[in-house]
């Protein structure tokens, strides 16, 4: 889940002696309701949790429109970027943390479906759509679909920094394909 920026009503909380809280927060289009909790880090040297917030995951989605909850496996198919307005700035931490899913992934089941990516690809923030872009070169097993996209968003999108992104993810797509076509073998 990524958040605004500089927006304080979107800040993680924790609770006393390091136990993770979480809030329920609503999107700036008032069409959600989203439950969102830090995530910890295990330490591997002394098997405990560094209570380290590393990015912000969501638990529990609420549509106010459709009147639908969505609760765990649900939630990889909304975007990642249900809390950010139109004109907000992006959460450094958390897209990090978004970006780095399917690049270090070993279950590309787990991560969002292409559906979702293509659709934040349309999402009225200039800055989503170029991470959007950014993203799809990472989906080499919807090798098709994230190219149609790419080159749909490099030709027509009004941002030049989002053109420049999907042009910039079309060699990175076609690279990851490669590699792909190179392990499976």
């Not at 609503?26 to 910890?40: C, G, H, N």
């Not at 080499?140 to 999907?166: C, G, M, N």
Request: charged residues 30%; aromatic residues 10%; proline residues 4%.
């Amino acid at each position: 889940m990524v958040r605004p920026a500089d927006a304080s009503e979107y800040d993680l909380v924790w609770w006393e002696r390091g136990v993770a809280g979480g809030r329920v927060v609503q999107s700036r289009d008032t069409e959600w309701v989203v439950f969102i909790y830090p995530r910890a880090v295990l330490d591997l040297r002394s098997w405990e949790l560094r209570y380290e917030r590393i990015d912000c995951r969501m638990a529990m989605a609420y549509d106010v429109r459709k009147g639908e909850f969505h609760t765990g496996s649900s939630l990889t198919k909304l975007s990642p970027f249900l809390l950010v307005g139109a004109q907000d700035e992006l959460h450094a931490d958390d897209l990090h943390a978004l970006l780095s899913i399917r690049r270090y992934s070993f279950n590309i089941d787990d991560t969002h479906p292409i559906g979702v990516i293509t659709d934040s690809a349309a999402h009225p923030n200039r800055r989503v759509r170029r991470i959007a872009a950014q993203m799809l070169g990472e989906y080499w097993d919807e090798y098709e679909a994230a190219q149609a996209t790419l080159k749909h968003l490099a030709e027509t999108d009004p941002d030049e920094a989002v053109r420049e992104a999907a042009k910039a993810a079309l060699p990175r797509l076609e690279e990851r394909r490669r590699e792909e076509a190179r392990w499976s073998k």
